[in-house]
């Protein structure tokens, strides 16, 4: 089958971050067919609250260590589009279980022939939710005919423990329009809280501008200082690229689940690489075999380090324009959302 004769149906089971819908152009611009579905904008099961405490409650009883979840969603309206559309590949981005039932979705898939595909991009996520994570394991991860993981840990866990046909795909980015003004920040987070993060950010607290979610409940685990660098709002879209290209430094630190399983390559990387920012981030070994450290990002092994490396930094523009320009000409080189697009490509040839 030929890239021409492919026909992608998205289902996007993450639509809270547009990464599913950057993929989406991405096939389109590159000439292949893509119908996108976010699920989490579809209509839920009449009664869902009632319906899925009654769903929990009697298979609790049969089974109470285990993880018990009614999806939100019925199969009808997504049936209907798919046995419509007729593609050969259905994409689901994140997970389907939340949403509709993996084995119905697996049924309709070979009832049509279209292979069935995922890109696993929260999987680290459920590490500390252990009965959830082994529920995603052993029931819906299975199904999938081509599995795609951001990590090359994941990755590597799932096909060599679990002997899942899987293939190691980092996450990318848009192409961004170029830096017009001067930065006005001196370092930029922009996440969600987490401990790791907090114990970081104090140590170059004066410097910061704080960006994301979930942070005035970790409160009294922040200085007073602290927590008047932050805005507990999240921030996507034209506003993240005015305050990633507004920052001298852009930085990234990997939350906890995602620092003990020794990745760190998240989503954060890629959009600060391609709005052609400086970016300092905590070390691992798989950033470090995707960028050079030094030449197109900077990488720190510690909160010792962290604070003299945004020091040396503030002190030293030129040398962080030049690593930003460096890092931002290997992001089009390699990592935009339309080579993504080549690998998915080819590890669906046949």
């Known amino acids: 089958m030929t890239d021409e004769q492919k026909k992608f149906f998205i289902i996007d089971g993450i639509g809270g971050v547009p990464l599913g819908r950057e993929l989406h152009e991405a096939f389109s611009e590159k000439g292949i ?3 996108y579905v976010d699920a989490l904008r579809q209509r839920s099961r009449l009664f869902y609250g009632v319906r899925s405490a009654f769903h929990k409650a009697r298979n609790k009883l049969r089974d109470k260590a285990a993880f ?23 994409l689901v981005i994140g997970f389907l279980y939340k949403h509709y039932d993996p084995v119905a979705v697996k049924r309709l898939a070979q009832e049509i022939g279209a292979k069935l595909l995922i ?20 029931n819906e991860l299975p199904l999938y005919d081509v599995l795609f993981s951001f990590s090359k840990v994941t990755t590597r866990f799932f096909r060599d423990t679990l002997g899942l046909n899987a293939h190691h795909l980092p996450f990318g980015a848009k192409v961004m329009p170029e830096r017009v003004e001067a930065p006005k920040f001196e ?6 809280a987490d401990l790791r993060r907090i114990f970081l950010l ?55 689940d995602f620092y003990g399983a ?31 450290p030094g030449e197109q990002i900077e990488v720190f092994h510690s909160a010792t380090e962290l604070r ?27 990592h935009c959302w339309s080579a993504r697009v080549r690998q998915i490509l080819a590890q669906t040839a046949n």
């Open 68 to 90: 018990h979840h009614l999806p939100r969603l019925q199969l009808k309206d997504l049936e209907e589009e798919i046995r419509r559309e007729k593609p050969t590949h259905i």
């Open 308 to 334: 003299e490396k945004v020091e040396y930094y503030l002190a030293n523009p030129r040398e962080c324009e030049r690593i930003a320009r460096l890092g931002h000409a290997e992001f089009l080189a390699a």
């Open 187 to 192: 370092v930029l987070f922009v996440g969600s």
């Open 119 to 138: 890109y696993d991009t929260d999987s680290c996520n459920l590490y500390s939710r252990q009965r959830e994570f082994v529920f995603f394991l052993k």
């Open 33 to 35: 067919l893509a119908i």
């Open 202 to 256: 104090e140590h170059v607290r004066e410097w910061l501008v704080v960006r994301g979610a979930r942070w005035k409940r970790n409160y009294p685990l922040m200085s007073t200082a602290l927590r008047l660098r932050v805005d507990d709002r999240p921030v996507w879209g034209e506003e993240l690229l005015s305050l990633l290209q507004g920052s001298h430094i852009v930085l990234n630190i990997t939350r906890s």
């Open 262 to 292: 020794e990745t760190g390559v998240n989503l954060r990387i890629f959009e600060a690489l391609a709005a052609g920012c400086f970016l300092l981030t905590d070390y691992c070994e798989e950033i470090a075999e995707i960028f050079k």
